[in-house]
């Protein structure tokens, strides 16, 4: 595969590079100068979710990986079910929560982990990230106790639920947590100022984790074949996805799927109040606000790091403006919309309830829809415990990191401080 900076067309990596390097130069992101079609996607879809998600993979990656090293990698990393459940008549749910920490970054986090640990063998890594939720949680029990390899997660204090917090503050020993006086998007900055620090850098043997690394936006591809390949056939060509969106690396995720032959008619990108994407749709004005926080937290991004990616794949006409659609959800509409996929027998967590309104306000009416739930309802129990006023159950491995401390530090929002604490605890 190989990639290009997005922002300074000189630089061109292999993905090998990409996955190591992470950001490119000014802060660009790496892109496929090309995607190929796939070959055959009617046999793809006849497949077991693993074996064609090793196809999908070894096409995507190319020769520079030997099938069989993808195809084990494939089997470690994706260990869990993918499972699309009829919600309503024609309306289903894509059910990416069912990893150990019950969200999709497993998907993403636990292959990227796979590469890391393939491509980096014996070199001392530190994996730095900033997580909205979510990510934190994949990347920390992705990497729990791989040898040579450090994590550090930061995230915004008291911005993220308990259960999402707990999952990845809890484990010690090679995952250092620290909890920022800031927004997700200052927690991503200072990600971004540390891969600037060429001490840091090479110190620490610094690599990055969050959706702007390429082998997790890769590995997402696979769950869009898996939930087309679970549709009847003849509903395949006229689906419509809508997947709730924060960094935009899972819509970018989608429509890399589209371009090499996932036979889907339509993509929504669905945001909360965090809306920038959807305003540029509208006037081609880039204008981020400052970020508002929401009960879809994990989405609370004004400044989403893979448009840039979303965009080159709009404007090269892979795929088109008129089948993109992204419009915002307030908070209001997201409690509103819980309470009637409730009334469905569904209980939805808000990003999800934010990804089936997207689907409704834009879905034809011969179509299929699919919304994405990208995180169990537990993950978020005390907002959806109050909305919808009932009780959740919790899941086993929840329940577990509950129990236990956090073993987060306060920081502040100060690079500068956290380049002393970084060189100190693992220069
Ligand atoms: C990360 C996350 C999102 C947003 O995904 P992006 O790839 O950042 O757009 C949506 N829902 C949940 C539960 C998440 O954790």
Not at 56 to 79: C, R, Y
Not at 131 to 141: E, I, L, N
């Amino acid at each position: 595969m190989q990639l290009h900076n997005l922002k300074d067309d000189s630089q061109k990596v292999s993905f090998v590079e990409a996955v190591k390097t992470g950001l490119g130069r000014n802060q660009g992101v790496f892109f496929p100068e090309s995607l190929a079609p796939l070959a055959d996607v009617d046999s793809l879809l006849d497949m077991d979710f693993v074996t064609r998600s090793s196809k999908i993979l070894s096409h995507l990656i190319g020769d520079e990986l030997p099938a069989d090293t993808v195809a084990q990698m494939v089997q470690n990393a994706f260990n869990f079910p993918v499972k699309l459940v009829e919600v309503e008549d024609n309306i289903y749910c894509l059910e990416l929560f069912h990893g150990p920490t019950l969200a999709f970054k497993d998907f993403g986090g636990r292959f990227m982990a796979e590469c890391l640990a393939q491509f980096s063998q014996g070199e001392k890594t530190t994996i730095l990230t900033a997580t909205s939720g979510d990510t934190g949680a994949a990347v920390a029990h992705a990497f729990y106790n791989k040898p040579n390899i450090d994590v550090v997660i930061l995230y915004p204090k008291g911005k993220i639920s308990l259960a999402q917090q707990k999952l990845f503050t809890t484990l010690g020993n090679n995952i250092h947590c620290y909890a920022v006086d800031g927004s997700f998007d200052d927690c991503q900055a200072m990600v971004k100022n540390a891969f600037l620090d060429d001490e840091v850098k090479s110190r620490l043997g610094l690599n990055s984790a969050n959706s702007i690394n390429i082998s997790r936006l890769v590995a997402q591809v696979c769950y869009y074949f898996e939930a087309i390949a679970q549709l009847p056939k003849e509903q395949r060509a006229k689906a419509h996805i809508s997947i709730p969106s924060g960094n935009f690396g899972n819509v970018c995720a989608a429509m890399i799927g589209a371009v090499i032959g996932l036979p889907v008619a339509k993509l929504s990108a669905t945001t909360n109040q965090n809306d920038t994407v959807p305003r540029f749709i509208l006037d081609k004005n880039w204008a981020p606000n400052a970020t508002i926080e929401s009960l879809s937290n994990a989405m609370d991004v004004s400044k989403p790091n893979n448009w840039p990616r979303v965009q080159t794949m709009l404007d090269n006409k892979w795929f088109s403006y008129d089948d993109f659609y992204s419009t915002s959800v307030d908070e209001n509409d997201t409690q509103a919309v819980m309470k009637k996929i409730h009334q469905t027998g569904y209980v939805a967590e808000p990003h999800t309830a934010i990804a089936y309104q997207g689907l409704k306000a834009n879905l034809a009416t011969d179509s299929t829809g699919i919304f994405l739930a990208t995180a169990h309802p537990a993950k978020f129990k005390e907002s959806v415990e109050e909305i919808l006023n009932i009780e959740l159950e919790m899941p086993k491995p929840l329940a577990d990191a509950l129990a236990k401390p956090c073993l987060a530090e306060d920081i502040a929002d100060d690079y500068d401080i956290l380049r002393e604490i970084l060189l100190a605890k693992l220069g």
